[in-house]
């Protein structure tokens, strides 16, 4: 059943996708006000098309923004840029897109197919290629399924582009880099063109309505005065975001973080509220994983967020500070997100930790 | 030997003081007045009069105000104000006051241009300016009479020179216009930045008037001493600049509190608690100056991102209500009417301070009056004025380290027992003027913040182009140059660009240069 999108949806749709950014993703307010305008615009809401009812012969492009996140709030897109991308690879294939559909369901890029679905008056699927948010192109459901990224289309403010044809997806990231980097930080792309068929055996479905549920469920707990966490926790059941529950409460005691190689690195120390335990979470952009002395209570790629303890509002691993009072939430990603070729591409051992991913139960 | 005068005009008092050097004088708390000035003047009188201090001998006038805050919140007396915007092709996505409540945008006209121009994080230009268009915008502002404007241009903290020439040809095309150029206000952050500057245009013909009346209530005492008003980040700007950038005074009343107390009590790391009448601040001083607030700030609605102090307020004051059965303190308050309506003044209403008295803290009032308090009630209530300022300390805090706490202000005297978490706890002289105090002894600050690309510079490189840019600038702002010091470095390299671009924010400040006589 497909839905649509209003504007009275957006600022739970960003909650949502900063709790599905698991700390990272950079912050959806930018793509939020660009959404917000094009409904202003065009008086009209954005369609969102199931993708277990996509045709088979559909033909979607996914849209997003890469680059630095100091960058997109200074260089304000000229607003067509992803779109260009997209029309762009269209001509390139010789085919129209029938929708266009998220490479990442957390962070900014939650927005970015939205604003191109708006000014192209293209549907949008609602799942994504993430399934929560991930630093680099190829941490892609569509990549560990088979899909190439390229051809892939990288344009600018000036609509200047560039177009990719790789051998593989790794090189796709390694080239697009340098080239957004040249363009001025950030850049926007059109990747991973799929039929219908192909787009529902690699992706992550549901994602954007997901998004809108738990960004939803934060704000109705706080009008409503309910408990935020078990508000949230019983909004999450039965999807494919289950289980989810609060591994830890307390006090964030440290943050120290570092720069390498282009990524924020960190770690963050939570004292528990009345007992000796301190959690540590260690963070590369997004949080990774959660440890208690030498106890694993949550690793990639299930979703690890800090919350507000009081509004389970989440906090980006850029906001974490001292003092702050927070709860813990793990949350059981999609099974097509931890089949053992997924946990190859981004499990634990992906990001340097010698331990196995062991599903929630 | 320097005389000062240091003012702070608050929503409900004006508190004034007049330091000798670093010695309180004398020092009075006065209600604020509806048209301002009339406080300033009695503060002034008093001060001078009961010290037997001849007007001439007074160095330096110091205020502090919220008047400017207060014009945005309550939408008053705000200019009609154009925003031009120099980054095309960029930009157009997210036109200026896109963000803005409607009623405030309208307030001040909605006026925007897009024009081209802009830089890259690197220092590249975007497009070249064109001048063709800032003239069109020229001769449309003067269609229109709009004679304030804010001027953003992409990356300007990285490079200043087309806000820069944009504000000269307005100046020449545009008869009696102010300019506005958002690199002289905030950061990186193009929305935020640019938001603060158009806040800072519209503000600038009641910064001229404002800065007029303090400048009359002063020369009509007989004081010729040069007038300066404080900054959110803690230190002063001379009277012609404050006419400039009237946005910089927004927040200094906590600064103020926060950098008096830290000169009073000797600290120049800890925290501190102001206590008022309503609510309270907690904020953490790093090298005696207020930690800043790293997240955007709203104004009346408007996001913005420049310098303010990091500041955490909660609903406990002097004049706060205690209810009991629940046992509930604040956030309600009867504000400046405490003198009437508290207990020991023969009032009605049971507030914290009377609980401060029952409990033989404080000498305020009547005692009499509350003697008949249930003692168990008056123990509950002051143990949680306890919990709630410990909370609000250590929310505020930067590490678990135990770090002293300074408490000031007028309702500080309900905090009777060191805090937790506290190494020691300070309540100095004066406590009750620390903000007058703040603002008498603020200094002169120079400040950069630009993103630096490292390809052809070494990091050292560009920390010392940096450290030695911001130290001009505190000189050119009226620092005595063997005073200026380096306060803050920060040096943060930009995720997922590997290697060559670092944003490096530095501060520099020193004493004002006053002449004695």
């Known amino acids: ?361 | 030997m320097s005389l000062r005068i240091g003012i702070d005009v608050g929503g409900t008092n004006t508190d004034a003081v007049l330091m000798d050097d670093l010695k309180v004088v004398s020092k009075i708390k006065t209600p604020t007045t509806a048209d301002v000035t009339t406080g300033i003047t009695n503060g002034l009188k008093f001060v001078l009069e009961s010290s037997g201090t001849a007007t001439s001998a007074v160095n330096g006038v110091m205020i502090g105000t919220t008047h400017f805050t207060n014009a945005v919140v309550e939408r008053r007396r705000l200019q009609k104000t154009a925003a031009v915007r120099l980054g095309l092709p960029a930009t157009a996505a997210l036109p200026p006051m896109v963000d803005w409540p409607q009623d405030l945008a309208d307030t001040i006209g909605g006026n925007n241009y897009l024009c081209h121009g802009g830089h890259e994080f690197d220092g590249r230009p975007i497009s070249a300016l064109r001048p063709d268009e800032i003239k069109a915008v020229a001769e449309d502002l003067n269609a229109k009479g709009i004679t304030a404007v804010a001027v953003s241009s992409v990356f300007s903290p990285v490079n200043t020179d087309l806000e820069n020439e944009v504000a000269a040809m307005l100046r020449e095309w545009v008869p009696g216009v102010s300019v506005t150029p958002s690199h002289e206000i905030g950061r990186i952050g193009l929305l935020e930045r640019e938001n603060a500057a158009i806040l800072n245009a519209c503000l600038r013909q009641l910064a001229a008037e404002t800065v007029a009346a303090f400048r009359k209530a002063i020369s009509d005492m007989g004081i010729t001493a040069p007038l300066y008003l404080t900054q959110n980040d803690g230190t002063l700007m001379s009277a012609e600049f404050a006419e400039q950038y009237p946005v910089l005074t927004f927040a200094s009343g906590p600064t103020n509190s926060m950098r008096g107390a830290a000169f009073l009590s000797g600290l120049k790391d800890a925290m501190v608690v102001d206590v008022g009448g309503t609510t309270s601040d907690v904020g953490a001083l790093t090298h005696g100056f207020p930690r800043e607030a790293s997240v955007a700030v709203d104004i009346g609605g408007v996001r913005t991102n420049f310098r303010m102090p990091d500041v955490f307020s909660f609903g406990l004051g002097g004049g706060s209500l205690v209810k009991e059965d629940p046992l509930r303190i604040g956030p309600q308050s009867v504000g400046f009417r405490i003198t009437q309506e508290a207990l020991v003044f023969g009032g009605n209403t049971l507030t914290t301070t009377d609980i401060a008295v029952a409990a033989g803290v404080a000498e305020i009032g009547d005692p009499s009056r509350v003697a008949h308090l249930d003692k168990a009630l008056v123990a509950a209530a002051m143990a949680r004025i306890q919990e709630m300022s410990e909370a609000a300390v250590d929310r505020m805090k930067t590490s678990a380290e135990p770090v002293p706490v300074i408490v000031v202000g007028g309702g500080s005297v309900l905090i009777a027992k060191p805090l937790a978490g506290a190494s020691e706890m300070v309540k100095p002289n004066h406590y009750e003027a620390a903000n007058a105090v703040g603002a008498a002894i603020a200094q002169i600050s120079g400040e950069v913040d630009r993103v630096y690309s490292l390809a052809g510079m070494s990091r050292d490189a560009a920390l010392d182009d940096a450290k030695s840019e911001a130290s001009q600038k505190a000189v050119e702002a009226g620092a005595d140059p063997s005073t200026v010091q380096i306060v803050d470095v920060e040096d943060v390299p930009l995720a997922y660009l590997p290697g060559n671009a670092t944003r490096i924010r530095v501060k520099a400040v020193g004493d004002l240069t006053l002449v004695g006589r």
């Open chain 1, 1 to 361: 059943m497909s839905m649509t999108l209003h504007i009275e949806d957006l600022p739970d749709l960003a909650r949502g996708a900063a709790f599905l950014g698991s700390g990272g993703g950079g912050n959806p307010y930018i793509g939020r006000l660009m959404v917000e305008r094009a409904m202003r615009e065009t008086g009209r809401p954005l369609e969102l098309l199931d993708l277990e009812e996509l045709p088979d012969d559909a033909f979607v492009i996914t849209t997003a923004m890469m680059g630095a996140p100091t960058c997109i709030v200074e260089k304000l897109p000229e607003g067509m840029e992803a779109a260009h991308s997209l029309r762009r690879l269209e001509e390139h294939l010789g085919r129209k897109a029938t929708a266009t559909m998220p490479i990442e369901a957390g962070g900014v890029n939650s927005m970015i197919p939205l604003v191109v679905g708006m000014r192209l008056g293209l549907p949008v699927v609602d799942g994504d290629g993430m399934g929560r948010a991930f630093p680099e192109l190829y941490h892609e459901t569509f990549h560990i399924y088979g899909v190439s990224g390229t051809p892939m289309v990288i344009t600018n403010d000036h609509g200047d582009q560039t177009l990719l044809d790789t051998h593989d997806n790794y090189m796709m990231e390694w080239l697009s880099r340098g080239i957004a980097i040249r363009m001025g930080g950030v850049a926007y792309i059109a990747e991973y063109p799929m039929d219908g068929a192909t787009a529902k055996r690699v992706s992550v479905s549901g994602t954007i309505g997901m998004g809108l549920r738990i960004g939803r469920a934060i704000r109705e707990a706080r009008e409503q005065h309910l408990d935020p966490f078990d508000h949230l926790i019983r909004s999450m059941e039965g999807t494919s975001y289950s289980p989810a529950r609060v591994i830890f409460t307390g006090k964030l005691i440290e943050v120290f973080r570092r720069t390498k190689d282009g990524f924020a690195l960190g770690t963050v120390k939570i004292q528990e509220l009345g007992g000796p335990r301190v959690m540590t979470i260690d963070f590369q952009n997004e949080n990774l994983i959660a440890m208690v002395d030498d106890e694993v209570l949550a690793v990639v790629p299930n979703l690890i967020n800090i919350l507000d303890a009081e509004t389970a509002e989440p906090i980006t691993t850029e906001e974490l500070r001292y003092g702050q009072r927070v709860k813990v939430m793990v949350v059981s990603v999609p099974p097509i997100m931890r089949t053992p070729e997924a946990i190859a591409v981004w499990g634990p051992r992906t990001f340097g930790y010698d331990v196995d991913f062991e599903p929630l139960t």
